[in-house]
């Protein structure tokens, strides 16, 4: 069969790689791509007449959405009417990534496990809010921010100056709420579902901050590996008795329309794992150490959500540990500049993955077009093995005022 696959970053380029293993598949094609993608083409994935035009050209059987944006605005709806199956949830259910408030008040309805939080209507709240706190709490914007409308705080100082840019940047009337700051290590945990059932990927980990050490601003994530050594039967036991089952409850009781990827964001405190954020979409850059990770036909999983056999499928992995490191421009996530040449990329090991997030392909040249430009990812039979390995591989590929974390997988374990 031939699939569309939605996007343009890292992701997509793991969900391509991983999708053409399949024997089922035939063409695939990445809208709109990226200058490593093969058979990327230049379609505004918004444009759900220009995509629905192409697939008919190209005989397109399924859709798989990669970015959040898409669904927010309705795209599995539109779809949903046409006669391509399409792998992501309806509107309704991309809500509960789509606004922070529908999904802490989803959580608190269903009895998921989360942090105490509080709607923000004025400064005045906000700032008895934070003084409840002492400081100490978290402010999410309420919309789509690309992960990065998340501002974590250790003072009263801070927690102000994170108001002041949160309204700086989505306007006076932006709506956003305060959470209680939860101290504890974070893991991500990817489930597929066709709304009925539900199958989990190997736990994984992210690195969201642009500093070594956990440090500075918040960005759309540095660096991943999987899986995660603290990640024991008990504690995935707890994440699914006290996270997903109540989730999937709750997409079950409200209807949605959701043959597609449910993430959660767990920070594992002394008091068990908690639920920070729900995604409703692979992570990034998750997927790109998860699929290589995957044993298992990725396409297949998709097509039994659509004839309810997802239930029976058994999901496997490969053996040892898999480490993705984000080369970055200079500057991100700020102010970057584009358009440098990367050299290297025909140097990297036959064993590692290197997926392409902001490339273009100009003059016979690979091109920086964003702020995570790179994903580059190694495997080993022990962590260690794989940080060693893909830090050789980084070295490698080279463009100007390229920036990477240097502690990917380094995360020291605070609750023991």
């Not at 529908?102 to 709240?125: C, D, N």
């Not at 964001?265 to 997927?287: A, C, Q, S, W």
């Amino acid at each position: 069969m031939n699939i569309v696959v939605i996007g343009s970053g890292g992701r997509e380029h793991a969900l391509c790689w991983k999708l053409k293993q399949s024997p089922l598949a035939d063409e695939i094609f990445a809208l709109p791509g990226n200058g490593g993608i093969p058979n990327s083409v230049d379609i505004d994935p918004f444009d759900f007449q220009a995509v629905e035009d192409f697939c008919k050209e190209n005989d397109i059987s399924l859709i798989v959405v990669g970015p959040e944006n898409p669904l927010a605005a309705g795209i599995t709806d539109y779809f949903t009417k046409k006669d391509i199956m399409i792998f992501g949830p309806d509107k309704a259910g991309a809500a509960l990534e789509g606004s922070k408030i529908f999904a802490k008040e989803f959580m608190l309805k269903y009895g998921v496990a989360t942090a105490g939080y509080h709607r923000i209507t004025s400064p005045g709240q906000a700032e008895e809010v934070i003084d409840k706190y002492n400081g100490s709490c978290v402010l999410k914007y309420d919309g789509l921010a690309a992960g990065k409308g998340v501002y974590v705080c250790c003072s009263k100082e801070e927690s102000s100056q994170a108001v002041n840019e949160l309204l700086g940047t989505y306007g006076d009337d932006a709506n956003y709420i305060i959470e209680e700051l939860l101290v504890g290590d974070e893991i991500s945990i990817i489930g597929i579902t066709d709304g009925k059932s539900i199958k989990l990927l190997s736990p994984s980990q992210d690195h969201k901050q642009l500093y070594e050490n956990d440090e500075g601003p918040n960005t759309g994530g540095m660096g991943a590996f999987t899986p995660v050594p603290f990640a024991n039967d008990k504690l995935l036991e707890s994440i699914d008795n006290d996270i997903v089952k109540p989730t999937l409850h709750g997409i079950i009781k409200e209807g949605y329309n959701f043959k597609g990827i449910v993430y959660f964001g767990i920070m594992v405190t002394k008091n068990g794992p908690k639920l920070l954020e729900y995604n409703v979409r692979f992570g990034d850059p998750e997927t790109e150490v998860l699929l290589p990770a995957l044993k298992s036909d990725l396409l297949e999983i998709f097509l039994s959500c659509f004839d309810n056999t997802l239930d029976q499928k058994k999901v496997e992995f490969n053996e040892g540990y898999f480490v993705d490191v984000v080369l970055a421009a200079g500057g991100y996530p700020r102010e970057y500049k584009k358009g440098d040449t990367i050299s290297g990329l025909d140097q990297v090991s036959e064993d590692t993955f290197v997926f392409h997030a902001g490339t273009i392909k100009k003059d016979g040249n690979i091109i920086t077009n964003g702020g995570r430009v790179l994903n580059v990812v190694s495997s080993g039979k022990s962590l260690d093995d794989a940080i060693s390995k893909v830090y050789s591989e980084c070295s490698k590929i080279s463009f100007d005022n390229c920036y990477i974390r240097k502690d990917i997988g380094r995360r020291e374990q605070i609750v023991k």
